[in-house]
């Protein structure tokens, strides 16, 4: 029997807004009450979902907005100073933070969508606050 989720699901995008080895979909994210951000790309045919922050530097990874893959669309590579990972599991295999893991984020793909669980650590980035009228 599977645990009942602690916080739930949020809807992320429709799952065909992520194609095999494509951009990914990056979300705001609140880690530990501060701003971050998150992103879940397919690889593979599987929707995985990562915090956007190396393990070697507390920096965004993506070379632009999204795109976290390598010209070979193999492995996730920050931006940085290289650090290369594997996408399916988030672990370092080569550069800075070598044997680290990206902390992974909970999705699954369910009725065409992408979903995220939040959970004790990730939690939902509120709204932006609406546009006011002056
Ligand atoms: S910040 Fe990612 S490799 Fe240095």
Redesign the pocket.
């Known amino acids: 029997m599977t645990e009942p989720a602690a916080f739930p699901r949020i809807a992320l995008c429709a799952s065909q807004a992520l194609v095999e080895r494509g951009d990914a979909w990056v979300f705001d994210v609140l880690l530990w009450g501060r701003p971050a951000r998150a992103f879940a790309l397919r690889f593979e045919g599987r929707v995985v979902g990562y915090l956007n922050r190396?393990?070697?530097?507390a920096?965004e990874?993506d070379w632009q907005p999204g795109r976290f893959l390598d010209t070979q669309k193999r492995w996730i590579v920050?931006?940085?100073?290289?650090?290369t990972f594997e996408p399916s599991d988030g672990y370092c295999i080569a550069?800075?933070?070598r044997g680290q893991r990206l902390r992974a984020l909970r999705v699954e793909e369910e009725g065409g969508q992408v979903w995220w669980w939040p959970d004790a650590d990730v939690r939902p980035a509120p709204p932006p606050p609406a546009p006011t009228l002056s």
């Not at 190396?54 to 530097?57: A, F, L, N, P, S």
């Open positions: 190396c393990v070697h530097v920096a990874m920050c931006a940085l100073h290289g650090a550069g800075p933070g």
